[in-house]
């Protein structure tokens, strides 16, 4: 079993999930989602809730997951390595989440360079040349009705 980030309550059985020892409110929330899995410690100072039993269906597991989604204050906790329980419940309740993905790096755009063509340089120098020896000849007729 992975280590744990918080201490447990030392009346929780053993594995990934556990409530941090301390923080229980006392809600009762469990009596209502997860009764199989969720118990009060017994022979405690004030009133604090324990995992009795690690979920082990699929049924179980969706229990535990409702316990979870019920806390308000995230007394419960997840130290397992499992991908999928860890996206399902989420990075902030569980102890093993892999590191947030650095943002990707930017890079400028590409320069935009127009052509007439892309990748034929002949045809559009061809063209180009056209062009200029068309304005001449205009230049040239303009010039001359003029007088």
Not at 1 to 12: L, T, W
Not at 24 to 45: H, M, S, T
Request: charged share 20%; hydrophobic share 40%; glycine share 6%.
């Amino acid at each position: 079993m992975p280590k744990r980030k918080f201490n447990a309550n030392p009346q929780s059985v053993d594995g990934d999930f556990y409530v941090v020892n301390e923080k229980c409110l006392a809600c009762g929330v469990f009596e209502k989602v997860a009764p199989d899995l969720i118990a009060w410690a017994v022979e405690q100072k004030g009133a604090h809730c324990i995992w009795k039993k690690q979920p082990e269906t699929p049924a179980e597991l969706a229990h535990a997951f409702a316990a979870f989604e019920a806390s308000d204050i995230g007394c419960y906790r997840y130290a397992g390595t499992d991908p999928s329980i860890i996206e399902r419940l989420g990075r902030e309740y569980c102890d093993h989440a892999p590191p947030v993905p650095a943002l990707p790096r930017h890079f400028p755009p590409p320069e935009f360079r127009p052509t007439l063509v892309d990748g034929d340089h002949g045809f559009t120098r061809k063209f180009l040349a056209a062009l200029c020896v068309t304005a001449v000849v205009l230049l040239l007729w303009l010039a001359a009705t003029r007088n």
